[in-house]
Nanobody
Framework: QVQLVESGGGLVQAGGSLTLSCAAS????????MGWYRQVPGGQRESVAT???????NYADSVKGRFTISRDVAKNTIYLQMNSLEPEDTAVYYC???????????????WGRGTQVTVSS
């Protein structure tokens, strides 16, 4: 099992910045990738940014150039630096870890509880 704890959400004005953090618990599950997803009420959860253990990043088109995902391997933590925030970025942001248990041939996904980001216009 992997526990994920998010922090850093809040209320910010349009054009402002926020940084989200997600700390993963130590586990015998191997983490292949981690990422941030977001969901609005009544909507589907969508990928915002992901980062693999090799450092490869991927971003949704809507956040490219504004958001940056990074990681601290020693702390088992990822971050999402969000700049030039827009009201459309308002959502609950969830941290995800794609993992593999020892001896497993498939990946298991773990999720944090989510943190609210609200951008006022």
């Amino acid at each position: 099992q992997v526990q994920l704890v998010e922090s850093g959400g809040g209320l910010v004005q349009a054009g402002g910045s926020l940084t989200l953090s997600c700390a993963a618990s130590r586990s015998n599950f191997a983490i292949n990738a981690m990422g941030w997803y977001r969901q609005v009420p009544g909507g589907q959860r969508e990928s915002v940014a992901t980062i693999t253990t090799g450092g490869t990043t991927n971003y949704a088109d809507s956040v490219k150039g504004r958001f940056t995902i990074s990681r601290d391997v020693a702390k088992n933590t990822i971050y999402l630096q969000m700049n030039s925030l827009e009201p459309e970025d308002t959502a609950v942001y969830y941290c995800n870890a794609e993992t593999k248990a020892p001896g497993a041939t498939f990946y298991s996904d773990f999720w944090g509880r989510g943190t609210q980001v609200t951008v006022s216009s």
